[in-house]
């Protein structure tokens, strides 16, 4: 009895992680053939979950993520110290460098922005929280997937290889390695055209890496002048939350 009531909640809990960024709405068919479910089982999934209000309907048979989702990510955050330890860093970067900062921390083998501060620029880069994004491209996600523990690295890169993501492995393993001797990764247009960032890691108190700083703008506003002055305040930013991190023994976000 046990057994079928862990099943049901497990497939409940794929029936959530099926809605992504790029497929916000999601109907009984498409779930039905991505989780191999029986049509039956499927819609009294959907019931339960839409009476917790964790999904809500978007149309005749077509379903996207309810309100109580919003309700368990605010909840989600009050318990992490890093974010917490990290706003006001990220409040004073976004205001010496004019620019959009985000925290950036792994879930498998994903990046996802855990919180951001906006640029008070008319004309800024967004991020929303919850975005996720591949770890090969991109500062934010490079930079932690630079400092990963090389067989998870390995791992990692070994799949972006088989999925077709890269093209030569030893010749990304050595980009990574730049990063990690400049200690900052910087990318440029590699996911939204007209954006530059530059990241910064941050490490846990045994020393693995925690979650990445970014700081993220337009490519028009900023020339080399402005590029330096980013890099040299990221990594002295970045440099001052890690002392504080080791002071407070944090060693998960």
């Known amino acids: 009895m046990a057994s079928d009531s862990n099943r049901t909640l497990e497939k409940g809990l794929d029936m959530l992680f099926e809605f992504t960024e790029q497929t916000p709405v999601l109907s009984v068919k498409d779930m039905v053939a991505e989780l191999d479910l029986p049509r039956s089982t499927a819609y009294r999934l959907l019931e339960t979950l839409k009476n917790k209000k964790l999904i809500q309907e978007s149309g005749p048979g077509r379903y996207r993520l309810g309100l109580s989702i919003l309700q368990l990510a605010k909840v989600a955050t009050v318990g992490m110290e890093l974010v917490n330890l990290a706003l006001s860093t990220m409040e004073e970067l976004s205001q010496e460098t004019d620019e959009t900062v985000i925290l950036t921390g792994l ?9 951001r501060i906006e640029s008070t620029q008319p004309i800024k880069l967004t991020f929303e929280r919850g975005r996720v994004q591949p770890l090969h491209v991109g500062a934010s996600a490079k930079i932690l997937l630079a400092y990963l523990d090389e067989e998870k690295q390995r791992d990692i890169i070994d799949k972006l290889w088989r999925n077709g993501m890269i093209v030569d492995r030893n010749e990304y393993k050595q980009k990574l390695s730049t990063i990690k001797e400049n200690g ?9 055209l007209g954006a530059w960032a530059a990241a910064a890691p941050l490490f846990g108190v045994s020393g693995n890496i925690l979650a990445g700083i970014t700081v993220a703008g337009p490519k028009f506003r900023i020339d080399d002048k402005k590029e330096t002055k980013i890099i040299e305040k990221l990594i002295s930013f970045t440099e001052e939350l890690n002392e504080k991190i ?8």
Do not use: G, H, P, V
Request: one cysteine or more.
């Open 246 to 253: 080791k002071l407070m023994e944090i060693d998960t976000i």
């Open 184 to 192: 900052y990764a910087i990318s440029n247009e590699e996911i939204d």
């Open 107 to 115: 879930i498998d083998d994903r990046a996802i922005c855990i919180d």
